[in-house]
């Protein structure tokens, strides 16, 4: 079993990511001019986009769902401090503001009593290297959005280019990041309250 979260990455978001991998090859496959470099560029500009809506859409989701399972447990079926402890929980998140950062992530899912990341390598020694790669893709969103071109070639020099490959990476970590969240917060949850594990 797994979160709604999950389920929700793996279904409605997965198929709004791919969509925009659908358009991307839509441009590729268009012969000149319409499939010249510039529109594939900003097809891609597109997935990166999505890709970053719907794993920051994922992480506030998997949270939200946390906080309901954290509140309801703790509270033993008293309503008021259920609602005191569900709105502790979410207040003033990352996660509600910005990107789904390295930062935004480890500090928003501290309140459940573990330290993120740590848990997340003891879990997976792969994720050693997720918050440095989180940290590229996020910087690349943000020099697409705000046309940063500067700071474009600068990750291109560090071989981070707006380009297939790239993206297709990022999407695989994303998509590995979320299952191993997924894990990770339910037995957090459960160790720390004493409890099976959620889902």
């Known amino acids: 079993m ?3 979260a999950l389920a929700d ?7 709004s990511i791919d969509l925009a991998w659908q358009m991307h090859s839509m441009q590729v496959a268009a012969p000149s001019p ?3 470099g510039w529109e594939v560029e900003q097809a891609l500009a597109v997935v990166l ?14 949270h939200d769902e946390a906080s309901e399972f954290f509140a309801s447990t703790a509270a033993q079926g008293n309503l008021d401090l259920e609602s005191t402890l569900r709105k502790l929980l ?27 990341w740590q848990a997340m390598q003891v879990a997976d020694g792969r994720a050693g290297a997720w918050p440095e790669e989180l940290a590229k893709f996020n910087e690349m969103r943000n020099a697409v959005a705000h046309d940063d071109t500067a700071k474009m070639y600068s990750l291109n020099s560090k071989g981070y280019a707006l380009d ?12 590995d990041i979320a299952t191993l969240m997924d894990d990770v917060v339910s037995l957090s949850l459960s160790a720390l309250l004493g409890v099976s594990r959620p889902w």
């Open 164 to 175: 297939a490959p790239t993206l297709q990476n990022w999407h695989t970590m994303l998509d």
């Open 2 to 4: 797994t979160s709604v």
């Open 34 to 36: 319409a499939g010249s």
């Open 90 to 116: 979410t207040r003033a998140r990352g996660l509600d503001s910005g990107n789904a950062q390295s930062k935004s992530i480890s500090q928003d899912y501290s309140r459940f009593g573990f330290i993120f």
């Open 49 to 62: 986009q999505r890709m970053a809506t719907e794993f920051q859409g994922f992480c506030r989701a998997l």
């Open 9 to 15: 990455w793996n279904a409605k978001r997965a198929a």
